[in-house]
Protein backbone atom coordinates (compact mmCIF):
# COMPACT_ATOMS: atom_id res chain seq x y z
CA UNK A 1 0.00 0.00 0.00
CA UNK A 2 1.39 3.38 -1.21
CA UNK A 3 1.42 6.11 1.93
CA UNK A 4 1.23 8.82 -0.99
CA UNK A 5 -0.71 7.97 -4.46
CA UNK A 6 0.09 10.27 -7.04
CA UNK A 7 -1.94 10.95 -10.45
CA UNK A 8 -1.76 10.91 -12.99
CA UNK A 9 0.81 8.04 -13.14
CA UNK A 10 1.62 9.38 -16.36
CA UNK A 11 0.95 12.40 -18.64
CA UNK A 12 1.89 13.44 -22.04
CA UNK A 13 1.34 17.09 -22.96
CA UNK A 14 1.54 19.50 -26.13
CA UNK A 15 4.32 22.54 -25.27
CA UNK A 16 2.48 25.44 -24.16
CA UNK A 17 -0.16 23.68 -22.46
CA UNK A 18 -0.90 23.52 -18.59
CA UNK A 19 -1.62 20.74 -16.28
CA UNK A 20 -1.68 19.69 -12.99
CA UNK A 21 -0.15 16.43 -10.86
CA UNK A 22 -1.52 15.62 -7.70
CA UNK A 23 0.03 13.40 -4.40
CA UNK A 24 -2.35 12.24 -1.78
CA UNK A 25 -2.72 10.42 1.27
CA UNK A 26 -5.06 9.67 4.05
CA UNK A 27 -1.75 10.65 6.92
CA UNK A 28 -0.65 13.89 8.32
CA UNK A 29 2.47 14.80 7.02
CA UNK A 30 4.67 17.56 8.67
CA UNK A 31 6.30 18.70 5.62
CA UNK A 32 6.19 17.31 2.40
CA UNK A 33 8.81 18.05 -0.99
CA UNK A 34 8.66 17.71 -4.49
CA UNK A 35 11.40 16.01 -6.44
CA UNK A 36 12.04 16.14 -10.16
CA UNK A 37 14.27 13.08 -11.75
CA UNK A 38 15.81 13.23 -15.37
CA UNK A 39 16.76 9.80 -16.51
CA UNK A 40 20.14 7.93 -15.68
CA UNK A 41 19.92 11.12 -12.43
CA UNK A 42 18.98 10.53 -8.77
CA UNK A 43 15.90 13.37 -8.01
CA UNK A 44 16.31 16.52 -7.44
CA UNK A 45 14.17 19.12 -4.86
CA UNK A 46 12.18 21.69 -6.38
CA UNK A 47 10.06 22.65 -3.34
CA UNK A 48 9.40 22.25 0.23
CA UNK A 49 6.54 23.16 1.90
CA UNK A 50 5.38 23.20 5.61
CA UNK A 51 2.49 24.68 6.45
CA UNK A 52 -1.27 23.80 5.47
CA UNK A 53 -2.70 25.75 2.74
CA UNK A 54 0.87 26.83 1.63
CA UNK A 55 1.33 27.90 -2.05
CA UNK A 56 5.28 28.00 -3.45
CA UNK A 57 5.84 29.55 -7.01
CA UNK A 58 8.65 28.47 -8.77
CA UNK A 59 9.12 30.22 -12.30
CA UNK A 60 6.12 28.40 -14.00
CA UNK A 61 5.37 25.86 -11.10
CA UNK A 62 2.63 26.28 -8.32
CA UNK A 63 2.78 24.02 -5.38
CA UNK A 64 0.14 23.67 -3.04
CA UNK A 65 -0.21 21.95 0.13
CA UNK A 66 -3.23 21.08 1.50
CA UNK A 67 -5.47 23.02 4.32
CA UNK A 68 -4.72 19.78 6.15
CA UNK A 69 -1.55 18.41 5.56
CA UNK A 70 -2.28 15.33 3.16
CA UNK A 71 -2.47 16.42 -0.06
CA UNK A 72 -0.27 18.47 -2.60
CA UNK A 73 -0.48 19.41 -6.01
CA UNK A 74 2.05 21.10 -8.88
CA UNK A 75 0.84 22.88 -11.46
CA UNK A 76 2.50 23.79 -14.28
CA UNK A 77 2.16 26.63 -16.81
CA UNK A 78 2.48 26.85 -20.24
CA UNK A 79 4.36 23.25 -20.11
CA UNK A 80 8.22 23.42 -22.28
CA UNK A 81 10.10 20.35 -23.22
CA UNK A 82 12.07 20.97 -20.55
CA UNK A 83 9.80 20.07 -17.83
CA UNK A 84 9.92 16.37 -19.35
CA UNK A 85 10.77 14.10 -16.38
CA UNK A 86 9.80 12.19 -13.10
CA UNK A 87 7.74 14.11 -10.86
CA UNK A 88 8.44 12.55 -7.16
CA UNK A 89 6.42 13.86 -4.08
CA UNK A 90 7.73 13.00 -0.73
CA UNK A 91 6.69 13.69 3.12
CA UNK A 92 7.57 13.07 6.26
CA UNK A 93 4.52 11.32 8.32
CA UNK A 94 3.42 13.24 11.48
CA UNK A 95 5.45 11.63 14.50
CA UNK A 96 7.45 9.09 12.23
CA UNK A 97 11.28 9.79 10.86
CA UNK A 98 11.82 8.53 7.47
CA UNK A 99 10.85 10.23 4.12
CA UNK A 100 8.61 8.36 2.08
CA UNK A 101 8.24 9.05 -1.75
CA UNK A 102 4.87 8.49 -4.25
CA UNK A 103 5.53 6.40 -7.11
CA UNK A 104 5.88 9.43 -9.55
CA UNK A 105 4.33 11.07 -12.07
CA UNK A 106 6.15 10.41 -15.50
CA UNK A 107 5.50 13.89 -17.90
CA UNK A 108 6.24 14.45 -21.28
CA UNK A 109 5.86 17.63 -22.90
CA UNK A 110 6.12 17.13 -26.69
CA UNK A 111 7.22 19.90 -28.54
CA UNK B 1 33.54 15.36 -2.35
CA UNK B 2 30.68 17.91 -2.45
CA UNK B 3 28.00 15.59 -2.99
CA UNK B 4 26.48 11.91 -2.43
CA UNK B 5 28.80 9.18 -4.01
CA UNK B 6 27.77 6.07 -4.78
CA UNK B 7 29.64 2.72 -6.35
CA UNK B 8 29.63 1.79 -8.34
CA UNK B 9 27.61 3.77 -10.85
CA UNK B 10 26.65 -0.42 -12.92
CA UNK B 11 27.51 -3.45 -11.94
CA UNK B 12 26.37 -6.96 -13.66
CA UNK B 13 26.58 -10.14 -11.44
CA UNK B 14 25.32 -13.82 -11.82
CA UNK B 15 22.30 -15.05 -10.21
CA UNK B 16 23.22 -16.59 -6.71
CA UNK B 17 26.63 -14.44 -6.22
CA UNK B 18 26.59 -11.31 -3.14
CA UNK B 19 26.94 -7.65 -3.92
CA UNK B 20 28.23 -4.83 -2.07
CA UNK B 21 26.85 -1.15 -2.93
CA UNK B 22 28.46 1.93 -1.42
CA UNK B 23 27.23 4.93 -0.94
CA UNK B 24 29.39 7.88 0.77
CA UNK B 25 26.82 10.56 1.88
CA UNK B 26 27.29 14.66 2.21
CA UNK B 27 29.78 15.71 5.50
CA UNK B 28 27.79 16.29 8.46
CA UNK B 29 24.61 14.83 6.84
CA UNK B 30 23.17 12.18 10.08
CA UNK B 31 20.22 11.12 7.91
CA UNK B 32 20.88 8.44 5.19
CA UNK B 33 18.09 6.81 2.88
CA UNK B 34 18.61 3.44 0.57
CA UNK B 35 15.80 3.17 -2.43
CA UNK B 36 15.47 1.02 -5.06
CA UNK B 37 13.82 1.69 -8.14
CA UNK B 38 12.82 -0.62 -10.60
CA UNK B 39 12.38 0.18 -14.32
CA UNK B 40 9.85 3.05 -14.97
CA UNK B 41 9.04 2.91 -10.88
CA UNK B 42 9.12 5.39 -8.39
CA UNK B 43 11.54 4.93 -5.84
CA UNK B 44 10.92 2.16 -2.79
CA UNK B 45 11.93 2.75 0.73
CA UNK B 46 14.46 0.13 1.68
CA UNK B 47 16.59 1.44 4.88
CA UNK B 48 16.78 4.54 6.67
CA UNK B 49 19.69 5.28 9.29
CA UNK B 50 19.87 8.98 11.89
CA UNK B 51 22.42 9.69 13.62
CA UNK B 52 23.22 6.83 16.22
CA UNK B 53 20.05 5.25 16.39
CA UNK B 54 18.81 2.22 15.34
CA UNK B 55 17.93 2.02 11.84
CA UNK B 56 14.30 1.64 10.72
CA UNK B 57 14.68 -1.52 8.40
CA UNK B 58 11.04 -1.75 7.71
CA UNK B 59 11.50 -1.44 3.87
CA UNK B 60 13.81 -4.47 2.98
CA UNK B 61 12.23 -7.09 0.81
CA UNK B 62 14.15 -10.20 2.40
CA UNK B 63 16.79 -11.26 4.91
CA UNK B 64 19.01 -11.36 1.86
CA UNK B 65 19.35 -7.77 1.97
CA UNK B 66 21.52 -5.76 4.68
CA UNK B 67 22.83 -2.25 5.38
CA UNK B 68 25.20 -0.91 7.39
CA UNK B 69 26.16 2.41 8.24
CA UNK B 70 29.55 3.57 10.20
CA UNK B 71 28.58 6.54 12.43
CA UNK B 72 27.72 9.48 9.92
CA UNK B 73 29.65 8.26 7.10
CA UNK B 74 29.77 5.53 4.62
CA UNK B 75 27.04 2.97 4.35
CA UNK B 76 26.95 -0.14 2.54
CA UNK B 77 23.80 -2.12 1.00
CA UNK B 78 25.01 -6.06 0.68
CA UNK B 79 22.35 -8.28 -1.32
CA UNK B 80 22.88 -11.44 -0.73
CA UNK B 81 21.99 -14.28 -2.62
CA UNK B 82 21.03 -12.03 -5.68
CA UNK B 83 17.85 -12.61 -7.82
CA UNK B 84 17.24 -11.32 -11.28
CA UNK B 85 13.82 -9.35 -9.29
CA UNK B 86 16.93 -7.33 -7.71
CA UNK B 87 17.61 -5.76 -11.33
CA UNK B 88 17.26 -1.99 -10.29
CA UNK B 89 18.64 0.93 -10.03
CA UNK B 90 19.85 1.78 -6.08
CA UNK B 91 19.49 5.03 -4.75
CA UNK B 92 21.21 6.64 -1.99
CA UNK B 93 20.12 9.52 -0.38
CA UNK B 94 21.49 11.87 2.88
CA UNK B 95 20.18 14.86 4.58
CA UNK B 96 21.47 17.39 7.13
CA UNK B 97 18.36 15.97 9.56
CA UNK B 98 15.62 13.84 8.93
CA UNK B 99 13.03 17.05 7.47
CA UNK B 100 15.79 19.20 5.18
CA UNK B 101 16.05 18.47 1.71
CA UNK B 102 17.36 14.55 0.53
CA UNK B 103 20.05 14.93 -1.35
CA UNK B 104 20.53 11.78 -4.00
CA UNK B 105 23.79 10.04 -5.68
CA UNK B 106 23.43 9.08 -9.16
CA UNK B 107 22.79 5.49 -8.07
CA UNK B 108 24.38 2.62 -8.93
CA UNK B 109 22.53 0.16 -11.45
CA UNK B 110 22.24 -3.37 -10.34
CA UNK B 111 21.47 -5.98 -13.08
CA UNK B 112 21.48 -10.22 -12.12
CA UNK B 113 22.38 -12.19 -14.90
Known amino acids: TQLLEQSPQFLSIQEGENLTVYCNSSSVFSSLQWYRQEPGEGPVLLVTVVTGGEVKKLKRLTFQFGDARKDSSLHITAAQPGDTGLYLCAGIIQGAQKLVFGQGTRLTINP | GAGVSQSPSNKVTEKGKDVELRCDPI?????LYWYRQRLGQGLEFLIYFQGNSAPDKSGLPSDRFSAERTGESVSTLTIQRTQQEDSAVYLC???????????FGQGTRLTVV
Open chain 2, 27 to 31: SGHTA
Open chain 2, 93 to 103: ASSLNRITEAF
